[in-house]
Nanobody, 115 residues
């Protein structure tokens, strides 16, 4: 069973950027769709972005134009480039498969946007 480890979070000022990484313990070549999710305090986990094996991407309206998801199957890694960050982007970010979660949730990586 593939497991995912997220990294790259931190504290950033509004308008700043971060690049998150999701390293898989095994091959993601056969995983059709990978997603980045986030969960803010007191809120449900939500899908932020997803990427298909062919490279097609889709984004939540709240991050469209600011976030970019990418995947490197050779490195078994999925990335999330986050630009123009806003305080409302503050959350723990996770990666997993989509639409069903075929891997246990990792610890995630905390992103805090604050001045």
């Amino acid at each position: 069973q593939v497991q995912f480890v997220e990294s790259g979070g931190g504290l950033v000022q509004p308008g700043g950027s971060l690049r998150l990484s999701c390293a898989a313990s095994g091959s993601i070549f056969r995983i059709s769709v990978m997603g980045w999710y986030r969960q803010a305090p007191g809120k449900q986990r939500e899908l932020v972005a997803r990427i298909y094996n062919g490279g097609q991407t889709e984004y939540a309206d709240s991050v469209k134009g600011r976030f970019t998801i990418s995947r490197d199957n050779a490195k078994n890694t999925v990335y999330l480039q986050m630009n123009s960050l806003k305080p409302e982007d503050t959350a723990v970010y996770y990666c997993n498969t989509w639409p069903s979660f075929t891997a246990p949730w990792g610890e995630g990586t905390q992103v805090t946007v604050s001045s």
